[in-house]
């Protein structure tokens, strides 16, 4: 089960930091990866890393800006948003795919969680 949070309201050019916690005994084997839905658009790819934290990928909407880490520890994967534009607004959400690597690839991921929500104002 995955459980993210973090989202909410900001102005443009401000941060946010989202986390999926993740329950169950396996998070660490899991590659894991960070989708994002807009109103009225498709999801879409935003971030994604492999089970050990050693491989990383962005959408190129986000490159610079956005920053995936994982804290396998802590069974958390984190999703670092730095420089927010209005058109980051969307519902995002985390997945984890037992392929164990990074993939940009959604149906490669097994396992959703709920969405968290984040606007941002201009």
């Known amino acids: 089960q995955l459980q993210a949070s973090g989202g909410g309201l900001v102005q443009a050019g401000g941060s946010l930091r989202l986390s999926c916690a993740a329950s169950?005994?396996?998070?660490?084997?899991?590659?894991m990866g960070w989708f994002r839905q807009a109103p009225g658009k498709e999801r879409e790819f935003v971030a994604t890393?492999?089970?050990?934290?050693?491989?990383?990928y962005y959408a190129d909407s986000v490159k610079g800006r956005f920053t995936i880490s994982r804290d396998n520890t802590k069974d958390t994967v984190y999703l670092q948003m730095n420089s927010l534009k209005p058109e980051d607004t969307a519902d995002y959400y985390c997945?984890?795919?037992?392929?164990?690597?990074?993939?940009?690839?959604?149906?490669?991921?097994?396992?959703w969680g709920q969405g968290t929500e984040v606007t941002v104002s201009s």
């Open positions: 890393i492999s089970w050990s934290g050693g491989s990383t």
């Open positions: 169950g005994p396996t998070f660490s084997a899991y590659g």
């Open positions: 997945a984890a795919g037992s392929t164990r690597r990074a993939t940009m690839v959604s149906s490669e991921y097994d396992y």
